[in-house]
């Protein structure tokens, strides 16, 4: 029998800040931040909840009980929609896991001595994932599905993007591939950013920001750095498409068009070990889970509230959101504007 409890909310004074994260800039709405607590006979709060019961649109969704799977612990409120690039390519916001990519595809697709460097090619090329990490020097820097840091090799041209590893230089670095139809998962970098060029061979190669994209075949757990550098031409990419050296300076990033839809991860740094959960629409949409969201994944800007139908604090942020506690919204999103 579920415990009969009354929520009651008390407002504590915040400092209104300006934020800028990752080059994008945050406007807080209120002064007022929305401290939540619940009496009863048990004290909900947070991401402590041991279970939540979710009604959207209808649809009766149960969220995980106690469960230590992230799998398990995914819902989905609305689909998220998908948005073409060039040559086919499909472009979602999130990671590959909060999309529910299939296993042993795309990224996570190995071949017979247990690396991606033998794996199947048409398999292969299924989906890429490009999501902001933090790996040893260069920080921040980019991450596959696997967690294998991406390069970009500084003999390349972006105006035409070209590459200049070929023969022999793709056994040590193998270039990020795609087929026409794949799917590219974004967490922490901008659609606009993405495209793919022709290789010599005839296989289409991932760009960020006009630059060709490489692994390093001598990286082979998450966080393995160990082509960084290499000759003073190869290095870590960033997500605007930098060699990840403190020396190198960038424009500044166009402004980002309204968003259709967005992926709210449980955890920061759009975590795969903490649930998630999709949202998409146009206008106000309330949140299934309200309350545990950390970071997001958005196809464009957002504007979040604090309390449902698009009601109490707000802040619009543009884009992903790798912390919302840096910006004050951590557990705090009930309900996105999108457009």
């Known amino acids: 029998m579920l415990a009969k409890f009354v929520p009651?909310?008390?407002?504590?004074?915040?400092?209104?800040?300006?934020?800028?994260?990752?080059?994008?800039?945050?406007?807080?709405?209120?002064?007022?931040?929305?401290?939540?607590?619940?009496?009863?006979?048990?004290?909900?709060?947070?991401?402590?909840?041991?279970?939540?019961?979710?009604?959207?649109?209808?649809?009766?969704?149960?969220?995980?009980?106690?469960?230590?799977?992230?799998?398990?612990?995914?819902?989905?409120?609305?689909?998220?929609?998908?948005v073409e690039v060039g040559s086919g390519l499909v472009v979602l916001p999130g990671t590959a896991k909060s999309n529910n990519a299939q296993p042993k595809t795309g990224d996570w697709a190995t071949g017979p001595d247990g690396t991606p460097n033998t794996a199947e090619q048409t398999t292969a090329r299924a989906?890429?994932?490009?999501?902001?990490?933090?790996?040893?020097?260069?920080?921040?820097?980019?991450?596959?599905?696997?967690?294998?840091?991406?390069?970009?090799?500084?003999?390349?041209?972006?105006?035409?993007?070209?590459?200049?590893?070929?023969?022999?230089?793709?056994?040590?670095?193998?270039?990020?591939?795609?087929?026409?139809?794949?799917?590219?998962?974004?967490?922490?970098?901008?659609?606009?950013?993405?495209?793919?060029?022709?290789?010599?061979?005839?296989?289409?190669?991932?760009?960020?920001?006009?630059?060709?994209?490489?692994?390093?075949?001598?990286?082979?757990?998450?966080?393995?750095?160990?082509?960084?550098g290499a000759g003073g031409t190869w290095f870590g990419v960033t997500p605007d498409g930098r060699n990840g050296s403190a020396a190198e300076t960038t424009a500044p990033s166009e402004e980002r068009q309204p968003a259709t839809s967005a992926v709210l991860f449980d955890g920061k740094d759009f975590s795969d070990n903490e649930a998630s959960q999709g949202l998409s629409g146009d206008g106000c949409e309330n949140v299934a889970r309200p309350g545990v969201t950390s970071s997001i994944a958005a196809s464009g800007s957002v504007k979040i509230w604090s309390e449902r139908d698009c009601k109490g604090r707000s802040l619009v942020v543009d884009g992903d959101v790798t912390d919302l506690a840096e910006v004050g919204f951590d557990n705090a999103v009930v309900s996105i504007f999108f457009g």
Not at 19 to 45: I, K, M, W
């Open 127 to 228: 989906w890429v994932q490009f999501k902001v990490s933090e790996a040893g020097g260069p920080d921040p820097i980019l991450v596959n599905g696997a967690g294998l840091t991406l390069y970009r090799f500084d003999k390349d041209t972006v105006k035409p993007s070209k590459s200049a590893c070929g023969g022999e230089c793709t056994k040590i670095w193998p270039p990020v591939l795609v087929a026409g139809g794949s799917k590219i998962f974004l967490a922490g970098v901008k659609k606009s950013s993405m495209g793919s060029i022709e290789r010599s061979d005839g296989s289409r190669q991932v760009t960020i920001d006009g630059w060709p994209v490489y692994r390093f075949v001598k990286d082979v757990k998450p966080g393995d750095t160990k082509g960084h």
């Open 8 to 82: 009651t909310v008390a407002y504590r004074r915040n400092s209104n800040k300006l934020s800028n994260l990752g080059g994008h800039r945050s406007a807080l709405g209120s002064r007022n931040r929305p401290d939540v607590r619940f009496t009863g006979r048990f004290l909900l709060f947070g991401k402590r909840l041991a279970c939540v019961l979710a009604v959207t649109a209808g649809v009766l969704s149960l969220a995980a009980c106690g469960s230590s799977s992230p799998e398990s612990a995914r819902t989905w409120s609305a689909p998220v929609r998908t």
